[in-house]
């Protein structure tokens, strides 16, 4: 199994509600990713996994919250959003997090009322 | 703030044509990575230089790599309809860390 799945596909949300996006891979990978991508513009880095701890949090705000119950599982809570949130939100995964080859899911698309 | 550079832009070609991207980086790398994404989709990896090779071949695609110059190019012979996405690529300034450039849409004409 070479995929990496993401749930919702889509997800609409309001200021004050909190949700959950997430992530899962069974390829044994140890380190896994967040990236926020707004239209028309490359992904950008918000969080990084390696052997289920935190290792990189590129100074996301407070209201992104990244948990990784297991290797393979990587959720991304969200409580009290701003419309500027609203963005495509990619997990990746790879090897390790030495420089290796990323695979991505395809994204859950957040709008934030 | 984004590490890579990338053009041009955008990139229009008749199908049967050869594409060129370009890509330039600003600190040193261990590697450099190519990435495909078709429109709202996630992404695919394409191709991954290492600092110490200078060209890499995968199918259709050629990649280089200048370490001097600190840049690097994609070349798509024989470009299809189906090679129609935007283009990325991505340096690895620290562990862990892959930092796009701003990408190139490539549009194939049929």
């Known amino acids: 199994d070479t995929e990496v799945t993401q749930t919702p596909k889509h997800l609409v949300m309001g200021m004050t509600n909190k949700k959950s996006l997430k992530c899962e891979q069974h390829m044994g990978h140890r380190a896994m990713y967040w990236y926020k991508q707004k239209a028309k513009k490359p992904p950008e880095l918000m969080f990084v996994?390696?052997?289920?701890?935190?290792?990189i949090n590129e100074s996301v705000p407070s209201r992104f919250s990244p948990e990784c119950p297991n290797s393979s599982l990587l959720n991304l809570h969200l409580h009290a959003l701003q419309p500027e949130d609203s963005a495509l939100y990619l997990c990746a995964s790879s090897q390790d997090a030495g420089n290796n080859e990323q695979f991505f899911g395809p994204g859950t698309r957040l709008t934030v009322l | 703030s984004q590490q890579g550079e990338e053009d041009p832009q955008a990139l229009s070609i008749q199908e049967g044509e050869n594409a060129t991207m370009n890509c330039s980086y600003k600190?040193?790398?261990?590697?450099l990575q190519w990435y495909r994404q078709n429109s709202g989709r996630g992404l695919v990896h394409l191709i991954l230089?290492?600092?110490?090779?200078r060209e890499k071949h995968s199918g259709r695609l050629r990649v280089t790599l200048d370490t001097s110059k600190k840049s690097s190019s994609l070349l798509i012979t024989a470009s299809r309809a189906a090679d129609t996405a935007s283009y990325f690529c991505a340096t690895d300034p620290d562990t862990g860390k892959l930092i796009f450039g701003q990408g190139t849409t490539l549009q194939v004409k049929p």
């Open positions: 600190t040193s790398i261990n590697n």
């Open positions: 230089i290492r600092s110490n090779e």
């Open positions: 996994y390696s052997y289920e701890k935190l290792s």
